[in-house]
């Protein structure tokens, strides 16, 4: 019992709190315009398929199509761990709203 008394007045290592900020130097790839994203996902990872459809006209549309169906051009493929999804959702809602008050400000 005496044992359990001192382990009690033991302070606890304080947690640090780690900002991690993305570090695009030197970063080759250029960046991408997505207008579609096409999500897949397993038991292990979310695959986010990010597509540019802008070129989907009257003029040219057969020229992308296949048995009826559109071939979007992907311009990025990301895969998630499941347990990431959760917060990308948040923070992509947070910015959609401070995006939209900026707008009707």
Not at 31 to 52: G, K, P, S
Not at 59 to 67: I, K, T
Not at 77 to 98: M, T
Request: net charge positive; proline share 9%; charged share 30%.
């Amino acid at each position: 019992m005496p044992e359990e008394q001192n382990a009690r007045k033991i302070p606890k290592p304080k947690e640090k709190i780690i900002r991690v900020v993305p570090d695009d130097e030197g970063f080759k790839m250029p960046r991408a315009y997505a207008n579609f994203a096409l999500v897949a996902y397993a038991a292990d990872d979310f695959t986010v398929y990010f597509c540019d459809v802008q070129d989907v006209g009257p003029d040219n549309m057969h020229v992308r199509m296949q048995d009826e169906v559109y071939k979007a051009p992907v311009v990025a493929k990301i895969a998630l761990s499941p347990s990431f999804v959760p917060k990308l959702i948040k923070a992509l809602r947070a910015n959609y709203e401070r995006c939209e008050k900026k707008a009707k400000a």
